[in-house]
């Protein structure tokens, strides 16, 4: 009676343990799509990403550099200062109200042939705030000002 107890507090045991594996398993391939990388265009330039996997591209929209096409389409040039990157927004959604040149942004797509196509945008929400991110890349090239106008450390 002794032994039939062990093995069974052994059988649940080893059977939790695989459900956990099995529930791991599941929720790695559920978010595989779901994880896009960040890079700046200096990184996008140093190490171009595969055509298949879809990134995060974020930076400052260079000025000058918005050009209208048919509907709610547009191309523009995402810059940290050290690198451009050319844009092809080819969303379906409108532009965001805030999305302006020398503004932050972060665009999802992929790099096809040295343009990245992108599918959403995302735009600064006020005056004073920028991605995390594209401050990141902003301040690794010295280009950083905080809201005030004085250099980011």
Same mark, same amino acid.
């Not at 040039?77 to 969303?91: C, F, H």
């Given at each position: 009676m002794k032994g039939l107890k062990k093995q069974r507090r052994i059988q649940i045991i080893v059977l939790a343990a695989l459900a956990m594996v099995m529930a791991t398993i599941l929720i790695g391939f559920a978010l595989k799509d779901g994880i896009n990388f960040f890079r700046s265009p200096t990184q996008v330039?140093?190490?171009?990403?595969?055509?298949?996997?879809?990134?995060?591209?974020?930076?400052?929209? %260079?000025?000058?550099? /918005?050009?209208?096409?048919?509907?709610?389409?547009?191309?523009? /040039? /995402?810059?940290?200062?050290?690198?451009? /990157?050319?844009?092809?927004? *080819?969303? %379906?959604?409108?532009?965001?109200?805030l999305f302006r040149e020398?503004?932050?942004? *972060?665009?999802?797509?992929?790099? *096809?042939?040295?343009?990245?196509?992108?599918?959403?945008l995302l735009a600064k929400h006020d005056e004073t705030y920028m991605p995390k991110e594209v401050m990141d890349a902003l301040k690794e090239q010295g280009l950083y000002k905080d809201p005030k106008g004085q250099p980011g450390s």
């Open positions: 330039l140093d190490e171009a990403p595969p055509e298949t996997e879809t990134f995060r591209l974020g930076g400052l929209v %260079k000025t000058g550099s /918005i050009v209208n096409r048919a509907g709610v389409h547009f191309d523009f /040039i /995402i810059t940290d200062g050290g690198a451009e /990157i050319p844009v092809r927004y *080819i969303g %379906k959604d409108p532009r965001p109200d020398n503004t932050g942004t *972060i665009a999802t797509g992929n790099l *096809i042939r040295g343009t990245f196509e992108a599918t959403t």
